[in-house]
């Protein structure tokens, strides 16, 4: 299961999505959002399935990789949807069998639901893919960057976002080796009732933490050894700027959330 997180993971290639600036990544990312919650009909997601195909076609990130992003949530979205199955109110009764009733609405819901939820992890999945954690951290440094006028820590914020997002992978590495270490030594992860494998987990979880504030302080260390001291005055290797392809992404996700208000008006 650790080896299906891909929060935090670049995929490094030279393709349209990778060129972008990510300013303009993080605002489609918005907009995307936006547009999978104007969403009410099943009707309305095919227009989202065949942009987000044609997203991922360009960015040439692997299917595989994509399909990895959701599987950690299968149990978050087998739960959503047996929830909603079960639970929904109204009056047309699709199947009934002791005090479990599964209603029209109930099963339109749980798949609404369901289907919302995958497709905000693989459209948001593709912003971390396709940007470099650094180049992710100017650009949400630059859009949020006019709060500045009320006393508001951009640099500060966005550099903790990043180094989240940095060490997420590292983590994980870090979570697959105790893990090995502890099944060499006996222990057991897979087997048991909740209660059982929640409690094997325990000495996962403490070298783990132990790591973490270990990699914490060396860090800190490092960058104090560097004189760091926040983003007054500095510089930047690389100047962000706007181009012809930032206005034909951003022209195709207006296009997109066109076409699902259209949608809706007409269902």
Same mark, same amino acid.
């Given at each position: 299961?650790?080896?299906?997180i891909?929060?935090g ?5 030279? @393709?349209?999505a990778?060129?972008?600036?990510? $300013?303009?990544?993080?605002?489609? @990312? ?5 547009s ?23 960015? /040439? ?5 994509m399909? *990895? ?7 978050l ?14 009056? *047309? ?8 009733t ?10 609404h ?8 992890? /693989?459209?948001?999945? #593709?912003?971390?893919? /396709?940007t ?5 951290t100017? &650009?949400? +440094? ?9 006393k ?14 940095r060490?997420?992978?590292t983590?994980? +590495?870090? !979570?697959?080796?105790i893990?090995?270490?502890?099944? !060499?030594? &006996?222990?057991?992860? /897979? @087997? &048991?009732?909740?209660?059982? $494998? ?7 979880l ?6 973490a504030?270990?990699?914490?302080g060396?860090?800190?260390?490092a ?9 007054? &005055?500095?510089? *930047?290797?690389h100047?962000?700027?706007?181009r012809?392809?930032?206005?034909i !992404?951003?022209? @195709?996700?207006l296009v #997109?959330m ?8 007409w269902?």
């Amino acid at each position: 299961m650790l080896n299906d997180i891909t929060l935090g993971q670049y995929y490094p290639a030279d @393709s349209f999505a990778h060129r972008l600036d990510p $300013r303009t990544k993080i605002l489609l @990312s918005i907009v995307y959002i936006v547009s999978i919650f104007l969403v009410k009909s099943l009707f309305g997601y095919i227009p989202v399935v065949l942009y987000l195909f044609l997203t991922i076609k360009v960015s /040439t990130v692997p299917m595989g990789m994509m399909v *990895r992003s959701i599987r950690p949530l299968r149990i978050l979205l087998l739960f959503t949807f047996v929830l909603n199955l079960f639970f929904g109110t109204g009056e *047309r009764i699709l199947f009934q069998w002791a005090f479990l009733t599964i209603r029209h609405e109930g099963l339109m819901n749980a798949l609404h639901f369901s289907l919302r939820l995958i497709f905000l992890v /693989t459209g948001t999945s #593709l912003l971390t893919l /396709t940007t470099a954690p650094v180049v992710l951290t100017d &650009g949400l +440094e630059r859009l949020v960057s006019p709060l500045r006028v009320i006393k508001f820590p951009a640099h500060e914020m966005a550099m903790m976002m990043t180094i989240a997002l940095r060490f997420i992978p590292t983590l994980v +590495e870090e !979570a697959q080796k105790i893990m090995k270490a502890q099944t !060499a030594r &006996g222990a057991d992860f /897979t @087997s &048991g009732n909740l209660k059982q $494998r929640t409690k094997a987990m325990i000495p996962l979880l403490v070298p783990l933490f132990i790591s973490a504030f270990r990699r914490a302080g060396d860090l800190a260390m490092a960058m104090e050894a560097r004189c760091y001291h926040g983003g007054e &005055g500095r510089t *930047r290797l690389h100047v962000l700027k706007f181009r012809k392809d930032d206005a034909i !992404a951003g022209i @195709s996700i207006l296009v #997109l959330m066109a076409v699902i208000i259209l949608v809706e008006q007409w269902l």
